[in-house]
């Protein structure tokens, strides 16, 4: 069946470090595939999308690509910030499909 | 923006007692969704409705489970008979561009 496995957490980085956090898939056909972040409190957040093979997702710094060849979708951005701390989570819509499968979620926090 | 809204943000219930989770969808949105989390593991698809009637549900989503749309602006989910094993995180969402879900903040339902 469908799935998604996403890289474990904790994840701590210094302000400024580059991040990166892994997801691969597994899915027939062709997904559409998301990373949603999770900020304190409050409830999951679209960050990102890609609809098919080589897209680009990106926003606010953040991006993701696509890779059928290695069904990954590995979210990174440059240089983090405090305001960065959250919990990420890798999702996938099978074709033909409206429900989410989702990551474990990996909590990133971020250092001054 | 608009947003999703859920109520209670926190419930506390026997086990064996009736739960409802109320959710307001972004009010131009035509599907509608509830996943769950519990802690520590991933967000689980439960249900999603449109039109007036549920368009797939998960395994988790048995005869204990049922979803309402009472009014114009209202989504429900309800538990007949709590278990210790539904206590989790239950988050709403609503679908109006194709492809992209908005989140409601959750519902965390403690059963005792």
């Known amino acids: 069946g469908d799935s998604v496995t996403q890289m474990e957490g904790p994840v701590t980085l210094s302000e400024e470090a580059f991040l990166t956090i892994n997801c691969t898939y597994t899915a027939t056909g062709y997904p559409s595939l998301f990373w949603y972040v999770q900020y304190p409190g409050e409830g999951l957040q679209l960050l990102l999308k890609a609809t098919k093979a080589d897209d680009k997702g990106s926003n606010k710094g953040f991006e993701a690509t696509y890779r059928k060849e290695t069904t990954s979708f590995h979210l990174e951005k440059g240089s983090v910030q405090v305001s960065d701390s959250a919990v990420y989570f890798c999702?996938?819509?099978?074709?033909?499909?409206?429900?989410?499968?989702f990551g474990t979620g990996t909590r990133l926090t971020v250092i001054p | 923006e608009p947003e999703v809204t859920q109520t209670p943000s926190h419930q506390v219930t026997q086990m064996g007692q009736e739960v409802i989770l109320r959710c307001v969808p972004i009010?131009?949105?035509?599907?509608f969704y509830w996943y769950r989390q519990i802690l520590g593991q991933k967000v689980e698809f439960l249900v999603s409705f449109y039109n007036n009637e549920i368009s797939e549900k998960s395994e988790i989503f048995d005869d204990q489970f049922s979803v309402e749309r009472p009014d114009g602006s209202n989504f429900t989910l309800k538990i007949r008979s709590t278990k210790l094993e539904d206590s989790a995180m239950y988050f709403c969402?609503?679908?109006?561009?194709?492809?992209?879900?908005?989140f409601g903040p959750g519902t965390r339902l403690t059963v005792t």
């Open positions: 999702a996938l819509r099978r074709t033909g499909a409206n429900n989410l499968f």
């Open positions: 969402a609503s679908d109006g561009v194709p492809y992209e879900q908005y």
């Open positions: 009010s131009n949105h035509l599907y």
